[in-house]
């Protein structure tokens, strides 16, 4: 009985290391809590700086999202160069490393 009981603590001690292991592991495509954030607070930038942009209001037609300091504007504006002006403030904000630019005109 006691033998049973050594093995299954060894069982369930390896199980236990290993799921903390793994937990603790990189894995790709993931963003950490830490890039997290960072992409956040870049979106938060962007979006107002683009609100206080007064050629690009209504700012609210621009969305803007943020994956590993890339920001994706997307959404409409009026003209080609509101449309450049949008990209133009993004690549300003501070941590951004590039920007994909999918805003549609729409006159």
């Avoid at 290993?18 to 809590?33: D, F, I, M, P, Q």
């Amino acid at each position: 009985m006691l033998r049973n009981r050594n093995h299954f603590w060894r069982i369930a001690s390896a199980a236990l290391l290993a799921g903390a292991l793994s937990a603790c592991s990189v894995t790709s495509g993931r963003e950490s809590g830490s890039e997290y954030v960072d992409d956040a607070t870049i979106t938060t930038k962007v979006k107002t700086q683009l609100a206080s942009d007064v050629g690009l209001t209504p700012a609210n037609q621009i969305h803007v999202e943020t994956s590993k300091r890339v920001v994706q504007l997307s959404g409409f504006v009026d003209s080609a160069a509101h449309k450049a002006q949008a990209e133009s403030v993004a690549r300003g904000v501070e941590g951004v490393e590039s920007v994909q630019n999918d805003i549609v005109i729409q006159p």
